[in-house]
């Protein structure tokens, strides 16, 4: 993906939508994109996440099938939560994600606080 496609995919994805554009196209250019094939594991339980994910195309859920927010890692990277259960990209669609990493994400949360506070009255991942 190029950065201009991950500043349009993020800026269409709550809480990312509250950005500006120039903190967008910031953000577009230290994410990374992945892509996991139906029936992928996206994340193994019991163990904490090092970035974030964002859901950008198809659908993620946990092992009992409940789908799954589409930003995940924000609870385990600010309190050390593990994952509960495994995460499976859909076994329909896949899963499209931009991933930003454990450093990137605590100078976005700095200098961005309208994102972190988006990011906070998201609903959190069930168990």
């Keep these: 993906m190029t950065p201009v496609e991950k500043l349009f995919a993020l800026e269409v994805t709550p809480p990312f939508d509250r950005l500006r554009e120039d903190e967008l196209a910031l953000i577009a250019e230290i994410a990374s994109a992945r892509i996991y094939e139906p029936g992928d594991i996206v994340h193994h339980e019991h163990t904490a996440f090092n970035r974030i994910h964002i859901l950008i195309k198809g659908a993620w859920m946990d092992?009992?099938?409940?789908?799954?927010?589409?930003?995940l890692g924000v609870e385990s990277l600010?309190?050390?939560r593990v994952?509960?259960?495994r995460?499976?990209?859909a076994p329909d669609t896949g899963a499209q994600c931009l991933l930003i990493e454990r450093n990137h994400f605590f100078t976005i949360a700095l200098e961005c606080p309208e994102l972190m506070l988006g990011l906070l009255e998201a609903p959190a991942p069930r168990s």
């Design 87 to 89: 995460i499976v990209a």
């Design 83 to 85: 994952a509960q259960s």
């Design 78 to 80: 600010l309190l050390g």
């Design 63 to 71: 092992d009992a099938g409940r789908p799954l927010p589409p930003v």
